[in-house]
T-cell receptor, first 113, second 110 residues
């Protein structure tokens, strides 16, 4: 077990709604990365937060946004949900933004109907 | 063309067989990672390497930087090795994030 937790485990939403996913990083880790994994695909990088600031972003539209809190836990918010947003959302924590091993949470399975 | 390519996409084996999964990448990297994903989603890091070879139990990972190629070997495979194995690369351009391959689904039968 990595010590990274995510909530909720599963979530069903309808198109157009908004969703918030949560991640608690491993103790002492100040960097959180979020990934989207569609069925049968490898994870795709959404963005990374380091010490409460967005530190890098992948090719995702602005309706994907995030926050990192002083305790380094993090939220992923998705507005105006689309059917293609159905995926497993993974967060990973690490110590620093260099080439460090990332510790993954179990993921949140989002289904958009 | 994806920046990280894995082969094969699916692999079936009998218990005890030697298994090799290959990964090729087309970008400059600071490290290459091998990860394991079980049904249900959880991802576990197996290896992070930037040169040479690493071994952990029955798992061996190698990387050839010049050829931009890595392999993951499993010796004496066991049904509990059944999982998706994912190759990912780190590119440290101000921040480090992972670019993933699509994964190799391994099924080891008793």
């Amino acid at each position: 077990e990595t010590g990274v937790t995510q909530s909720p485990t599963h979530l069903i939403k309808t198109r157009g709604q908004q969703v918030t996913l949560r991640c608690s990083s491993q103790s002492g880790h100040n960097t959180v990365s979020w990934y989207q994994q569609a069925l049968g695909q490898g994870p795709q990088f959404i963005f990374q937060y380091y010490r409460e600031e967005e530190n890098g972003r992948g090719n995702f539209p602005p309706r994907f946004s995030g926050l990192q809190f002083p305790n380094y836990s993090s939220e992923l918010n998705v507005n105006a949900l689309e059917l293609d947003d159905s995926a497993l959302y993974l967060c990973a924590s690490s110590l620093g933004t260099g080439t460090d091993t990332q510790y993954f949470g179990p993921g949140t399975r989002l289904t958009v109907l | 063309k994806n920046e990280v390519e894995q082969s094969p996409q699916n692999l079936t084996a009998q218990e005890g067989e030697f298994i090799t999964i290959n990964c090729s990448y087309s970008v400059g990297i600071s490290a290459l990672h091998w990860l394991q994903q079980h049904p249900g989603g959880g991802i576990v890091s197996l290896f992070m390497l930037s040169s040479g070879k690493k071994k952990h139990g029955r798992l061996i990972a190698t990387i050839n930087i010049q050829e931009k190629h890595s392999s993951l070997h499993i010796t004496a495979s066991h049904p509990r090795d059944s999982a998706v194995y994912i190759c990912a690369v780190s590119r440290n351009s101000g921040y480090s994030t992972l670019t993933f391959g699509k994964g190799t689904m391994l099924l080891v039968s008793p």
